[in-house]
């Protein structure tokens, strides 16, 4: 049965050309604050948001211990597809002021009214007296997506080459239902918006074992955790499924600016022995404003 969404991705996906992309990288990650929107803008705008999130939710993996955190971010989108960006990530309850930074930038273009994709690079800078989220072995994201739309749901492919300190690479295949009532709330300006979307993510999860191995202070500090026994190895260089989730946004639109909450139940596969990571429902509350 765990493959049983495996083989839903595969069978939605297939016939998408590898030459299509889609989402921008923030899209991606979860720790920036757009909401799950894949609009590809065609003119020029920028985008300011704030996010909190319940715990922070990297390819699959979660640390040893909850980092609940917050999030800005700022992004401007040209008339020509380009883009850039910038992310300042703070993990509640600890001293650092910021504890990781985030700056990239690149293209969204669109083949046609069905398929549309980007590229883009994303620099990950950690402060290193900061609390330290499992994500912080990679400093380094390469990110090609593409999205096709089959007119009553959204499939979409992503490529993830993350290197630093640890190399990994990913396949997330997402497909995904927007729902748009007819019907304002309060006036006819505004509306609201339902995204249900289940995913599957693949790769490799060398990030897992740098963390383990830099980090077993914080293992400890976890009651579930298993320790390594001698002659016990973890290849986390295997590529294999990461996990499977199911999420539900809710949000509520004007014509510049949306406030959404989302739902995500996470499923773990293949977990690296020493982590344990098991199901969690991860909750996120973002507002972002658009300025055109």
């Avoid at 994201?141 to 739309?149: P, Q, R, V, W, Y």
């Avoid at 499939?155 to 729902?179: E, H, P, Q, R």
């Avoid at 249900?196 to 740098?210: E, H, M, R």
Wanted: charged share 15%; aromatic share 18%; with cysteine.
């Amino acid at each position: 049965m765990k493959y049983c969404f495996l083989f839903l991705f595969l069978a939605t996906c297939s016939i998408i050309p590898a030459a299509a992309a889609g989402l921008v990288v923030y899209g991606t990650l979860p720790v920036h604050a757009v909401a799950d929107t894949d609009t590809v803008f065609r003119k020029r705008s920028v985008s300011v948001g704030i996010n909190y999130g319940s715990d922070v939710l990297f390819f699959g993996r979660t640390g040893p211990i909850k980092y609940p955190y917050a999030s800005t971010d700022i992004i401007y989108n040209s008339k020509s597809g380009m883009f850039v960006y910038g992310s300042g990530v703070k993990v509640l309850g600890y001293n650092a002021p910021v504890d990781e930074l985030d700056l990239g930038g690149g293209y969204l273009y669109k083949y046609s009214k069905k398929i549309s994709g980007s590229i883009s690079y994303t620099r990950f800078i950690f402060d290193k007296n900061a609390a330290q989220v499992i994500k912080s072995a990679s400093s380094n994201d390469i990110n090609f997506k593409n999205s096709f739309n089959w007119k009553f749901a959204k499939s979409s492919v992503v490529f993830d080459y993350l290197f630093g300190v640890a190399n990994d690479y990913f396949i997330t295949l997402n497909t995904s239902k927007y729902i748009e009532p007819s019907w304002g709330i309060f006036d006819d300006q505004d509306y609201l918006s339902f995204n249900p979307t289940i995913s599957a993510i693949l790769g490799t999860q060398n990030f897992v074992g740098k963390y383990s191995y830099e980090h077993p202070e914080k293992l400890r500090l976890n009651e579930a955790t298993e320790v390594h026994t001698p002659g016990s190895t973890y290849n986390n260089g295997r590529f294999n499924a990461l996990n499977y989730s199911i999420k539900l946004p809710i949000a509520y639109n004007r014509p510049h600016y949306t406030l959404e909450a989302s739902w995500k139940y996470s499923i773990p596969v293949n977990v690296e022995g020493e982590l344990k990571n098991r199901r969690e429902v991860f909750f996120n509350l973002t507002f972002y404003y658009i300025f055109f």
